[in-house]
């Protein structure tokens, strides 16, 4: 049975809720949200997903919320969704990262190796600026840095984006199509 959610407070992507002890151990072993004076707080994504994976339900000012209320907002939330129930399924840690950026980024973690990782919708596109800027920050992190492209049918693939010196690239390995 899904547990109780109670939303206390709502600001940009980052949501406040109120719920029982039990479910906050549940969230924390999940890894899900962070605990703070017997509170939880969620990112959009973060409540998004146990809405829709109806591990619980939530209200607002005596509202019932539904998972795709949540996402009407926020550009791309879909495609960042995706990605995340994706990496959840692989049984990967997640950490949503939303600050200090346009585009929406993945702390994660499995068996050891640690991950930036960018949901980009097919088709969309990353100015090389911004991109060289994750590259820095994932390496800062001791992380590599992944694309999650997802399809029009909303599968994923990754790949993996690396830096290099362009001037290093000696004459005799680039060739002509």
Request: aromatic share 6%; glycine share 4%; proline share 2%.
């Given at each position: 049975?899904?547990?109780?959610?109670?939303?206390?407070?709502?600001?940009?992507?980052?949501f406040?809720?109120?719920?029982?002890?039990?479910?906050?151990?549940k969230?924390?072993?999940l890894?899900?949200?962070e605990?703070?004076?017997?509170?939880?707080?969620?990112?959009?994504?973060?409540?998004?997903y146990?809405?829709?994976?109806?591990?619980?339900?939530?209200?607002?000012?005596d509202?019932?919320?539904?998972?795709?209320d949540?996402?009407?907002?926020?550009?791309d939330?879909?495609?960042?969704?995706i990605?995340?129930?994706?990496?959840?399924?692989?049984?990967?840690?997640?950490?949503?990262?939303?600050?200090?950026s346009?585009?929406?980024?993945?702390?994660?973690?499995?068996?050891?190796?640690?991950?930036?990782?960018?949901?980009?919708?097919?088709?969309?596109?990353?100015?090389?600026?911004?991109?060289?800027?994750?590259?820095?920050?994932?390496?800062?992190?001791?992380?590599?840095?992944l694309?999650?492209?997802v399809?029009?049918?909303?599968?994923?693939?990754?790949?993996?984006?690396?830096?290099?010196?362009?001037n290093?690239?000696?004459?005799?390995?680039?060739r002509?199509?």
């Amino acid at each position: 049975m899904p547990e109780m959610l109670r939303i206390v407070k709502r600001s940009g992507r980052r949501f406040v809720v109120v719920c029982s002890p039990n479910m906050s151990r549940k969230l924390k072993q999940l890894g899900i949200g962070e605990s703070k004076n017997g509170v939880v707080e969620l990112d959009v994504l973060e409540l998004a997903y146990l809405l829709w994976s109806r591990k619980a339900v939530a209200t607002q000012d005596d509202c019932l919320l539904e998972w795709l209320d949540l996402l009407a907002n926020h550009d791309d939330a879909a495609t960042e969704l995706i990605v995340y129930i994706d990496l959840l399924k692989r049984h990967c840690r997640v950490t949503v990262l939303s600050e200090k950026s346009k585009l929406v980024r993945f702390l994660v973690s499995k068996s050891g190796e640690r991950f930036m990782v960018i949901p980009l919708r097919e088709g969309s596109s990353i100015e090389s600026q911004e991109l060289i800027s994750h590259v820095r920050e994932a390496s800062l992190n001791a992380c590599k840095l992944l694309l999650a492209l997802v399809d029009s049918r909303g599968s994923v693939v990754y790949y993996e984006a690396e830096r290099f010196d362009a001037n290093s690239v000696k004459h005799s390995q680039a060739r002509e199509l």
